[in-house]
């Protein structure tokens, strides 16, 4: 089946700096990824939609400026956190859009971020 | 709006019992419909994706979509402690983009 893999899987940065989440696609083409962010134990809240080729989408009160998304080829995005805050610590999950005979969404692994 | 409403539990069953879990959403375009299951700390995991109305089975779990109630639920059979998890349902309009339910929490007793 489709697997999307993030990374890193965690990472602890200093407040004030810029991590970057890779999400990649590896046996199939996504022309869509989605990122979404989760507290614990909230619910998943999307972020922006990730568009090959294009500038994301992003959802109302996330700051494209600060959440600098880029997704360069079919089978990566990337997301940076730019000048991260302790409040940015979060679970950043990227996820898929699979077109293959019935549309699923497959999501990565998650990247836990720290800021300290 | 678009919503996904889903009760958040804790829903409590016994090891071997059948759990069911209801979801009910608010867009009548939405086509295509998605079960995740989220143990705490990691990402959600796909259990079943239905698009039609009626019932599909996959092993000991059942999906069944309902669109002119606008619900849609998945049965657990034979729910096993290592079931327990936050079960998230997932509704699709169209537009490749999720709508998600908070979650509803399954908690299996041995």
């Known amino acids: 089946g489709a697997v999307v893999s993030q990374h890193p899987s965690r990472v602890i940065c200093k407040s004030g700096t810029s991590v970057k989440i890779e999400c990649r696609s590896l046996?199939?083409?996504?022309?869509?990824m989605f990122w979404y962010r989760q507290f614990p134990k909230q619910s998943l809240m999307l972020m922006a939609t990730?568009?090959?080729?294009?500038?994301?989408?992003?959802e109302q009160g996330v700051e494209k400026d600060k959440f600098l998304i880029n997704h360069a080829s079919l089978t990566l995005s990337t997301l940076t956190v730019t000048s991260a805050h302790p409040e940015d610590s979060s679970f950043y999950i990227c996820?898929?859009?699979?077109?293959?005979?019935?549309?699923?969404?497959?999501f990565g692994e998650g990247s836990w971020l720290t800021v300290v | 709006q678009k919503e996904v409403e889903q009760n958040s539990g804790p829903l409590s069953v016994p090891e071997g019992a059948i759990a069911s879990l209801n979801c009910t959403y608010s867009?009548?375009?939405?086509?295509?419909f998605f079960w995740y299951r989220q143990y705490s700390g990691k990402s959600p995991e796909l259990i079943m994706s239905?698009?039609?109305?009626g019932d599909k089975e996959d092993g000991r779990f059942t999906a069944q979509l309902n669109k002119a109630s606008q619900y849609v639920s998945l049965l657990i059979r034979d729910s096993q402690p290592s079931d327990s998890a936050t079960y998230l349902c997932?509704?699709?309009?169209?537009?490749?983009?999720?709508?998600f339910g908070k979650g509803t929490m399954l908690l299996v007793s041995p």
């Open positions: 996820s898929a859009y699979v077109r293959q005979g019935e549309d699923t969404i497959y």
């Open positions: 046996d199939f083409q996504a022309t869509t």
């Open positions: 990730s568009n090959e080729g294009s500038k994301a989408t992003y």
């Open positions: 867009d009548r375009v939405s086509q295509s």
């Open positions: 239905i698009y039609s109305n």
């Open positions: 997932a509704v699709n309009a169209g537009y490749s983009t999720l709508t």
